[in-house]
């Protein structure tokens, strides 16, 4: 099982390197679902460790998964960025208006795989109507993986469609399943046949709380060993 962990600092990236994990996806404001990173959390990530591959969120706001021609280019020279500060993959999805498979990713996919790193389409992919046409359209484009809830707000309980997209793309796109991954479903998950699991693993630090200025948040080790422990 190739397990990521999804975070938004150097201390996760070491933690999922001591613990076997196959990835991290790197983000800032994961308050938001996860925003592009800074190229100094990128270049740190990538330079202190060594067998855990660093694949860098491409998103520039947060809200809806359409792109403005600014946000576009922005992402463009976002991948050129990770590429260079180290980075392993990327992870980007945009939708167009009626909640379709943009055809701008084929652009960013291509800027990707020119650096020579791979490119997964992330969760945008939930919001659209038909995700079997969605996902025939990811595998045209060339897409290394997607990463999927199956459509529903948890990946357990989108358990159904994530075993069928297994069954019908799993050749040729690695499916994986994200989302309220926990110590409690993630071999269920895994029972579908899929090979990827993607969590997150926080918790709050031990501080004082600045009034208006959010919590900070540490790396829940206990979460990722325990998960780890599953699949050994």
Known sequence: MNLELCTDCLEGAKLAEKYGFSRIELCSALSEGGLTPSIGLIRACTEETDSVGVHVMIRTRGGSFTCQETEFKVMLEDIEHAARAGAEGVVFGILDASGRISEKNSELLEIA???GIQATFHRAFDQVKDP?????????????????????????????LIQNMQKSFGQKIEIMAGSGVNLENALKLSETGIDNLHFTARKLADEEVVKGMGVKMITDEQKMSAIRDIFI
């Open 113 to 115: 795989h020119e650096n």
């Open 132 to 160: 079997m046409d969605a996902l025939q359209t990811l595998v045209d484009m060339g897409f290394d993986r997607l990463l999927t809830s199956g459509l529903k707000e948890k990946a357990i309980q989108g358990l159904e």
